[in-house]
C-alpha cells in the first residue's frame, strides 16, 4: 500500500525566511497531494492541493512542487509570518481524496 | 456557510462505556469520512459514508466500532466498551459530490479513563 514520509519532524525558521517541508511517496499510481495546515486543538485546514498533472502549484506565499519521477512533493512557504506556526500535513491518494495518506507531520516554528 | 461541525469537543467515557460522536458536514456535501489522531501523529483514515450507505470501511476496527449517516442527521461514529487505547482525536471531514477537497471539522476529543 501507500507511504508517505515527511521531513522534517520539527522546522525552525526566523521570521521572514522561507520554510521548505518535504514529502515522498511510494505508490505510483497517486494522484492528488494535499497540504494541511494543524494548530494546536484544531483540525487540519486545506491550505493547498496539486493533482499529478501539473508540476506546481503557487497561492500568495505558499507554493507546491511536485516530482513524479522521484515521487516527492514539497510545500514552500516564503516571507513567513508567526500566524504560520503550526503542524503541517502531507498526504497523498489515488483517485479520490478520501483514504489519504498522511505524513507524521512537521511542527514549524517561527522564531521572532 | 458554517463549516463542519462535530460535537462533542471533548468527551471522557469510563471504560466499558459507549462513546458516540457526531458529525454534520458542511451545506452541499454528501461525502463524509472518518478519521482518527494519535498524538504527534498524522491522521489514519477509519471509514467513508454517504447518505445511507458505507463507502468503505476498511480502516476501522471491525469490532466495537460503528458509523452510520442516516438520511437525516449527523454521521455517527460509535465505539462500543471503550478502553483506554482508544483515547485520541476522531476527526470527521465533509466534501461535495464530486469528492474534491475534504474539509475538515474540529475534532472530538476522547479520553477513557
Known amino acids: 500500500g501507500e507511504n508517505v514520509e515527511q521531513h522534517p519532524s520539527t522546522l525552525s525558521v526566523q521570521e521572514g525566511d522561507s520554510a521548505v517541508i518535504k514529502c515522498t511517496y511510494s505508490?505510483?499510481?497517486?494522484?492528488?497531494f494535499p497540504w494541511y495546515k494543524q494548530e494546536l486543538g484544531k483540525g487540519p485546514q486545506l491550505i493547498i492541493d496539486i493533482r499529478s498533472n501539473v508540476g506546481e502549484k503557487k497561492d500568495q506565499r505558499i507554493a507546491v512542487t511536485l516530482n513524479k519521477t522521484a515521487k516527492h512533493f514539497s510545500l514552500h512557504i516564503t516571507e513567513t509570518q508567526p500566524e504560520d506556526s503550526a503542524v503541517y500535513f502531507c498526504?497523498?491518494?489515488?483517485?479520490?481524496?478520501?483514504?489519504?495518506?498522511w505524513g507524521a507531520g512537521t511542527k514549524l516554528i517561527i522564531k521572532p | 456557510n458554517a463549516g463542519v461541525m462535530q460535537n462533542p469537543r471533548h468527551l471522557v467515557r469510563r471504560r466499558g462505556q459507549e462513546a458516540r460522536l457526531r458529525c454534520s458536514p458542511m451545506?452541499?456535501?454528501?461525502?463524509v469520512y472518518w478519521y482518527r489522531q494519535l498524538p504527534e501523529e498524522g491522521l489514519k483514515f477509519m471509514v467513508y459514508l454517504q447518505k445511507e450507505n458505507i463507502i468503505d470501511e476498511s480502516g476501522m476496527p471491525k469490532e466495537r466500532f460503528s458509523a452510520e449517516f442516516p438520511k437525516e442527521g449527523p454521521s455517527i461514529l460509535r465505539i462500543q466498551q471503550v478502553v483506554r487505547g482508544d483515547s485520541a482525536a476522531y476527526f470527521c471531514?465533509?466534501?461535495?459530490?464530486?469528492?474534491?477537497?475534504?474539509?475538515f471539522g474540529q475534532g472530538t476529543r476522547l479520553t477513557v479513563v
Open positions: 498526504a497523498a491518494s489515488k483517485g479520490s481524496n478520501y483514504q489519504l495518506i
Open positions: 471531514a465533509s466534501s461535495p459530490q464530486d469528492r474534491l477537497r475534504a474539509f
Open positions: 451545506k452541499g456535501h454528501s461525502h
Open positions: 505508490d505510483s499510481a497517486s494522484n492528488y
